[in-house]
């Protein structure tokens, strides 16, 4: 499965390490120029993913994150938004829900999908963001808040606009929903499931 090549933006990643007390034991839809953020201690990448790091990373790097069993305490999820992975994904999230003690999972607002319907019926908590995310643009083994492509290379701006196209949720699976819903409340809108 080839892997997006965007990037759950830093301050939100700061936000997810605070929640999970300074450790984010799995990432499990990642890549090497990403893991200098999250700072997972495991992290899984696609076995196709091209992207590579000039700076040095931390953690254990798995391929194939959908093959393994989440047997974690903290994981986090930002899966590729494709149909495809994030209808894997979320089955996987569902399946191994026994093995980890909490998960939160990152996806667009969907809700006119079976696979986002799962999410609202397994889920504990969850948050409806205010606003949209700006991901951040991976390319050429950094990562750019902003980014226009081949028009930022050829006038060497390197960032320029961030249009997200969708508004997102963020799921919890877990024992403390309402950790959760204070920790994350200040972002958008929370509620119990």
């Given amino acids: 499965m080839a892997f997006d090549h965007f990037m759950t933006p830093p301050a939100l990643l700061e936000r997810v390490r605070e929640f999970y007390d300074g450790t984010i034991d799995f990432d499990a839809a990642s890549n090497a120029v990403a893991q200098q953020y999250v700072q997972a201690r495991i992290f899984a990448v696609s076995a196709d993913d091209d992207i590579i790091s000039s700076e ?94 081949e028009k930022s290379l050829r006038e060497g701006r390197g960032k320029v606009g961030n249009q997200p196209r969708f508004l997102n949720t963020l799921f919890y699976f877990g024992t403390d929903p309402h950790r959760f819903a204070q920790h994350f409340g200040t972002l958008g809108k929370t509620l119990f499931l």
């Fill in 56 to 149: 040095p990373q931390q953690g254990t790097a798995y391929t194939d994150a959908l093959s393994l069993r989440w047997a974690y305490d903290n994981i986090w999820c930002n899966p590729p938004y494709s149909r495809d992975n994030i209808q894997a994904f979320t089955q996987k999230v569902i399946q191994d829900r026994g093995y980890y003690k909490q998960l939160l999972y990152l996806v667009n607002t969907a809700s006119d999908t079976r696979w986002y319907h799962s999410c609202l019926h397994h889920a504990d908590a969850m948050l409806l963001f205010r606003g949209r995310i700006k991901f951040w643009k991976i390319f050429d083994g950094k990562a750019h808040e902003k980014w226009e492509g």
